[in-house]
């Protein structure tokens, strides 16, 4: 299973963009797909989670409102609009792939694929 994130960029205060991350060589039709960021000097911090069958989502507090993911199951391709963002959400962008159950969904060890990230900065 490879992923490959992208769509990140330099954006002012209050703007928006849009990631994308391709999911390949999938083989399970059940899990999900989470976004993180990590910002220097910062642990990998979860922003949201889909599922590919029922889309059910789940948000950190922090971009609730703001934030929204999204799936295409027939290009296996998750997105992530990103909205009134601020400079405090400039960080790389990770994509991550298949849902261990043992463990909470925003905890980077529920994953076991993850894509190699894309940089977000937004300028103030």
């Known amino acids: 299973v490879q992923l490959q994130a992208s769509g990140g960029g330099l954006v002012q205060a209050g703007g928006s963009l849009r990631l994308s991350c391709e999911v390949s060589?999938?083989?399970?039709?059940?899990?999900?797909v989470g976004w993180f960021r990590q910002a220097p000097g910062k642990d990998r911090e979860f922003m949201a989670v889909?599922?590919?069958?029922?889309?059910?989502?789940d948000y950190a507090d922090s971009v609730k409102g703001r934030f929204t993911i999204s799936a295409d199951n027939a290009k296996d391709t998750v997105y992530l609009q990103m909205n009134s963002l601020k400079p405090e959400d400039t960080a790389v962008y990770y994509c991550?792939?298949?849902?261990?159950?043992?463990?909470?969904?925003?905890?980077?060890?529920?994953?076991?694929?993850w894509g190699q990230g894309t940089l977000v900065t937004v300028s103030s």
């Open positions: 991550a792939a298949h849902i261990i159950p043992s463990y909470s969904n925003a905890d980077p060890r529920a994953y076991n694929y």
């Open positions: 060589g999938r083989t399970f039709s059940g899990d999900g």
């Open positions: 889909i599922s590919w069958n029922g889309g059910s989502t």
